[in-house]
């Protein structure tokens, strides 16, 4: 089997407008695919193939990344993203920027650095000197995530959403990416799982894991990393990723999440009642999926 393999989510328990625009939503995907298997192609290695493919899904209004991020309770943006390189474990992560557009972009320029998570203020700043885009936070914005926030507010609508991939390149390489606006009515300056290495996002030189859904639950259950050392312990990587979702939900939470191993085994399993998904696999056409149904 081996890869190249690019396996992405765009968070578990898909929201109503996912559910209205599926065909929007496929294509989002779709584009994330091609356009980690265009930075493959062209020579790029899993880290860069995972970046290219959630600056797309970042961009994606429908998504809760990026532009269309879930707000705070005070009706501002805070955005988080990692990045883990398996082959030497270097990891990048910012949390609760307000400015950085592509909040991807700015936990590769962390993982390139001697620290691993860079924090509000500061990690715009960084992401500026960088030469990341700034925008102001009105760009994350959108009316879908205003309106969901207001419900939110009044005690209904599911919460969940983020992005996310993992990949195995040519050369072995594996390497992980998640990116969120985090869980809509959160109190400013939360941090879920997505930016925490080993609890949303983990890589090593076996195993590739980006994880969605509670993610107090996710950090408590050190889902990500408890992914690799089932793998490690010699469990099948379907089974070992049951295994973490059910420790999370025994914890009380729910979601899904993606791996992909360096056998080039895939599996992007959820307990939610979807999750915006899709694979693409060296010689085959990208597929992508919303609800239940596997098309793989
Ligand atoms: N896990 C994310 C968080 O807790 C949200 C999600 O995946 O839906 O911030």
């Given at each position: 089997m081996n890869g190249p393999v690019v396996v992405i989510h765009?968070?578990?328990?898909?929201g109503r407008a996912v559910l209205a625009q599926k065909a929007r939503c496929r294509a989002a995907l779709n584009e994330a695919l091609l356009s980690a298997r265009d930075a493959l192609e062209s020579g790029a290695d899993a880290t860069a193939a995972v970046q290219a493919a959630v600056r797309v899904l970042e961009d994606?209004?429908?998504?809760?990344?990026?532009?269309?991020a879930a707000l705070c309770s005070d009706g501002s943006a805070e955005l988080s993203a990692a990045l883990m390189r398996g082959s030497d474990r270097a990891a990048g992560a910012v949390a609760a920027?307000?400015?950085?557009?592509?909040p991807i972009d700015a936990a590769a320029g962390v993982l390139e650095s001697h620290q691993v998570l860079l924090i509000g203020d500061q990690g715009d700043r960084f992401a500026a000197e960088m030469g990341v885009e700034q925008v102001a936070n009105d760009y994350f914005i959108t009316d879908r995530q205003r309106d969901f926030l207001e419900d939110r507010l009044a005690g209904a609508g599911e919460a969940h959403g983020t992005v996310g991939a993992v990949c195995l390149d040519a050369g072995g390489g594996l390497a992980a990416a998640t990116s969120t606006g985090g869980i809509?009515?959160?109190?400013?300056?939360r941090v879920g799982d997505s930016p925490l290495i080993g609890a949303g996002t983990w890589a090593d030189d076996s195993v590739a894991v980006s994880c969605t859904g509670d993610g107090e639950m996710f950090v408590r259950a050190a889902a990500a990393h408890s992914v690799a050392t089932l793998v490690a312990s010699g469990r099948d990587l379907a089974e070992a990723c049951a295994a973490v979702l059910a420790d999370v939900g025994s914890l009380g939470g729910e979601g899904g999440l993606i791996a992909v191993d360096a056998h080039g085994h895939a599996t992007m399993p959820f307990v939610t009642a979807a999750m915006p998904r899709g694979m693409w696999r060296s010689g085959q056409d990208p597929v992508v999926a919303i609800g239940p149904r596997q098309p793989y």
């Amino acid at each position: 089997m081996n890869g190249p393999v690019v396996v992405i989510h765009a968070g578990a328990g898909a929201g109503r407008a996912v559910l209205a625009q599926k065909a929007r939503c496929r294509a989002a995907l779709n584009e994330a695919l091609l356009s980690a298997r265009d930075a493959l192609e062209s020579g790029a290695d899993a880290t860069a193939a995972v970046q290219a493919a959630v600056r797309v899904l970042e961009d994606f209004e429908l998504f809760n990344a990026g532009h269309g991020a879930a707000l705070c309770s005070d009706g501002s943006a805070e955005l988080s993203a990692a990045l883990m390189r398996g082959s030497d474990r270097a990891a990048g992560a910012v949390a609760a920027l307000h400015r950085t557009r592509q909040p991807i972009d700015a936990a590769a320029g962390v993982l390139e650095s001697h620290q691993v998570l860079l924090i509000g203020d500061q990690g715009d700043r960084f992401a500026a000197e960088m030469g990341v885009e700034q925008v102001a936070n009105d760009y994350f914005i959108t009316d879908r995530q205003r309106d969901f926030l207001e419900d939110r507010l009044a005690g209904a609508g599911e919460a969940h959403g983020t992005v996310g991939a993992v990949c195995l390149d040519a050369g072995g390489g594996l390497a992980a990416a998640t990116s969120t606006g985090g869980i809509s009515g959160q109190p400013p300056g939360r941090v879920g799982d997505s930016p925490l290495i080993g609890a949303g996002t983990w890589a090593d030189d076996s195993v590739a894991v980006s994880c969605t859904g509670d993610g107090e639950m996710f950090v408590r259950a050190a889902a990500a990393h408890s992914v690799a050392t089932l793998v490690a312990s010699g469990r099948d990587l379907a089974e070992a990723c049951a295994a973490v979702l059910a420790d999370v939900g025994s914890l009380g939470g729910e979601g899904g999440l993606i791996a992909v191993d360096a056998h080039g085994h895939a599996t992007m399993p959820f307990v939610t009642a979807a999750m915006p998904r899709g694979m693409w696999r060296s010689g085959q056409d990208p597929v992508v999926a919303i609800g239940p149904r596997q098309p793989y």
